[in-house]
């Protein structure tokens, strides 16, 4: 879920891919406090349909040292808002 250097290739350099802009949202919808999955969908504007397979994206994140999942509650560490601040500064967004 989260982007890898052989995914980019000379021109598409510093681009976000799908994969990555979708790891952004999710870390970015979490925000610094922890939150329900069902929330989270909420947050996502998802229906609770989808908390299954937003619980997987979760699992993955989570591998990564991203986010943390205990239960249905899910919290962004902080490599994970380090990530995500220097990525969006990266890409100028929010500035």
């Known amino acids: ?3 890898r250097s052989d995914d980019l290739d000379d021109d598409d350099a510093g681009k976000p891919k799908r994969e990555e802009i979708e790891t952004l949202c999710l870390l ?3 925000g ?3 939150c329900s999955l069902s929330q989270l969908a909420a947050r996502l504007g998802l229906a609770s349909s989808l ?3 937003i619980k997987v994206a979760i699992e993955t994140l989570s591998g990564a040292g991203w986010l ?5 509650m899910v919290s962004r ?4 808002g380090a990530y995500l601040a220097a990525r969006l500064e990266a890409l100028r967004v929010g500035a």
């Not at 943390?68 to 249905?72: I, T």
């Not at 560490?77 to 994970?80: P, S």
């Open 1 to 3: 879920m989260y982007p």
């Open 28 to 30: 970015h919808a979490v």
């Open 32 to 34: 610094p406090r922890a």
């Open 51 to 53: 908390v299954p397979a």
């Open 68 to 72: 943390a999942l205990v239960g249905e």
């Open 77 to 80: 560490t902080d490599e994970g």
